[in-house]
């Protein structure tokens, strides 16, 4: 039988699957630790208690200036799913049955969950490169700020989609691991 798990398709999936969890982990940091809104108001407080009144809009800049640097590192992991998503396009494009819609639509009853599992992931995120790639290349591709807004929500919303399918992704390893006990999590490491 031909090998499933080859160099360049384990290189390709724990690209994808690194650069996904970095982008999800600076969202979280920029959500939570780093939130402008939330380091302003200590900014502001922790000013004030020592007697130095600064504005929100100061506070609000010094804290997005803190961010900053965090927040590039979206953009480091978006080249890296990128690059992923050059990866499977190639890998398509040898072989054009592997497209996962196609997998989805030919797979048989048992595997439906999770060749769809496997389709929605691709396709969402599909969205977020695109829609992520328009937000960062806005002035260039000749939109203006409020123009882009509704590509801003897209790709928010769309961060919940990605969300459930990798949930959904890791639970049904987790349980083919468990039940079958084939060793995939190690074949996708090491190849079969
Ligand atoms: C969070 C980011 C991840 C993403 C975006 C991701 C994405 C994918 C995708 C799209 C596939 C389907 C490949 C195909 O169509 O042939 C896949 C398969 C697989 N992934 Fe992931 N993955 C992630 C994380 C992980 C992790 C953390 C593990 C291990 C613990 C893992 C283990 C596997 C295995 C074993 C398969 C093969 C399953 C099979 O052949 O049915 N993945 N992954
Ligand atoms: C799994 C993939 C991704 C996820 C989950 C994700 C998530 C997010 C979220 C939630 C935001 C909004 C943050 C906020 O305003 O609070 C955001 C903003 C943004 N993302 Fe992504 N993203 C992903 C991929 C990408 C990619 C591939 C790019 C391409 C460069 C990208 C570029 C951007 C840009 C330019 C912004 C706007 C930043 C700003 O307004 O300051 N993202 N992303």
Redesign the pocket.
Known sequence: MKPQFTLFYRIWHWTMAFS?IG??GT?AL??SFLSWRSNAEVIQTQLASVGTDVSFESAKMVAKAIRAPMWEW??IF?LF??ISIVMRLVMVFRDPKIFPLLVFIRAPKEEKLQRGTYFFLCFS?MV??LS??T??FYEFLGFTKEGVHWV?EL??NV?YA?LLFVSMHLAGVFRHELVTKEGIVSKMIHGD
């Open positions: 996904v982008l999800l969202v920029r959500k979206h953009y978006a799913l990128a995120l977020m490169a992520g790639g937000l960062y801003k790709h928010e961060m990605v």
